[in-house]
């Protein structure tokens, strides 16, 4: 079992910066690979960013590269998303989640919210 916790979520405004948290237990973080996903009102959730286990390779869906960055500290068990240059497309319930070892996404925070007003 995974317990993933996010915080950080927040009101901001377009061009803003925000950095959401992600705690993990339960589970070899260092060698789980983990990721955020977001699900806008009306919209089905989609994938954001992740990073792999072991390696921590991040990689990001395309709407968000060059303004997000993945990143994970072993040490506090916690993986962090930095988004920067944020726009009102952004605003969303941003989910943090874990693979099993069948590279399954079946491990879910109760996700966080992030509001960017124009």
């Known amino acids: 079992q995974v317990q993933l916790v996010e915080s950080g979520g927040g009101l901001v405004q377009a061009g803003d910066s925000l950095r959401l948290s992600c705690a993990a237990s339960?589970?070899?973080?260092?060698?789980?690979?983990m990721g955020w996903f977001r699900q806008a009102p009306g919209k089905e959730r989609e994938f954001v960013a992740g990073?792999?286990?072991?390696?921590?390779?991040?990689w990001y869906a395309d709407s968000v590269k060059g303004r997000f960055t993945v990143s994970r500290d072993s040490s506090k068990n916690t993986m962090y998303l930095q988004m920067n240059s944020l726009n009102v497309e952004d605003t969303a319930v941003y989910y943090c989640?874990?693979?099993?070892?069948?590279?399954?996404?079946?491990?879910w925070g109760q996700g966080t919210q992030v509001t960017v007003s124009s």
């Open positions: 990073s792999t286990g072991s390696i921590s390779m991040p």
């Open positions: 339960g589970r070899t973080f260092s060698a789980t690979t």
């Open positions: 989640a874990a693979r099993n070892s069948r590279s399954e996404w079946i491990y």
